[in-house]
Each structure stands twice: as C-alpha cells, then as structure tokens.
C-alpha cells in the first residue's frame, strides 16, 4: 500500500518561510520522479515543482520560480519544498505527488496560510 504523508504547513505572515516534507511508505521513492502541487480554495489545482528520480534539475511553475526550492533526499526516501518569501496567493493546500508505473499517487496535503 503506497502511501505519502506531507507535513509542514501552517500559518505565516508575507514574507516568512515554511518547509515542506514528504514522506513515503510503500514505495522506494528514489525510483521515481516527484513533485509538489496545490489547490487554493475556488481553484483549479496547480503544478508547482517536479524533481527527477535522481535529484537532477528541477522544474517550477512560474508563480513560485525564484522562491521555492524543492529537494529530495533519496537515503530517506523524503521530499522537500522550500518556501521562501511567502505571498498571500500561496495560500493553499499542498500535495505531495509521484507517478508509478503510471498510477498517480497523492498525499492528504497539508494547509499553507499566508495571511497578515
């Protein structure tokens, strides 16, 4: 059973930073290509940050390039989002993804509040 679990979220000012994480159970995560997407609220979900399964360079939305940062760390079989300069509009739930043997997998997400 393949499950991933994203923890990190919370609530911050504009400005401020959180850190994302992603954990896997089921699967060996360093096998696979993995990102991150997220859903505000009334919208569409939206691509944030793919990374390859070997930690090669990594792709952004254009709404986050420059401020976020996602990383793996394949002994841990973990997944990482930097999130600097935060925004309002990052509001939002975020979710950690993989494909696998083309089967989509999604995490719970985790809420990401930007707000004064």
């Known amino acids: 059973q393949v499950q991933l679990v994203e923890s990190g979220g919370g609530l911050v000012q504009p400005g401020e930073s959180l850190k994302l994480s992603c954990v896997a159970s089921?699967?060996?995560?360093?096998?696979?290509?993995m990102g991150w997407y997220r859903r505000a609220p009334g919208k569409e979900r939206e691509w944030v940050a793919t990374?390859?399964?070997?930690?090669?360079?990594?792709n952004y939305g254009d709404s986050v390039q420059g401020r976020f940062t996602i990383s793996r760390d394949n002994t841990f079989d973990l997944l990482y989002l930097q999130m600097n300069n935060l925004k309002p509009e990052d509001t939002a739930t975020y979710y950690c993804?993989?494909?696998?043997?083309?089967?989509?997998?999604w995490g719970q997400g985790t809420q990401v509040t930007v707000s004064s």
């Open positions: 990374v390859n399964s070997r930690g090669g360079p990594a």
């Open positions: 993804h993989t494909l696998v043997s083309n089967r989509d997998y």
């Open positions: 089921g699967i060996t995560l360093r096998n696979w290509p």
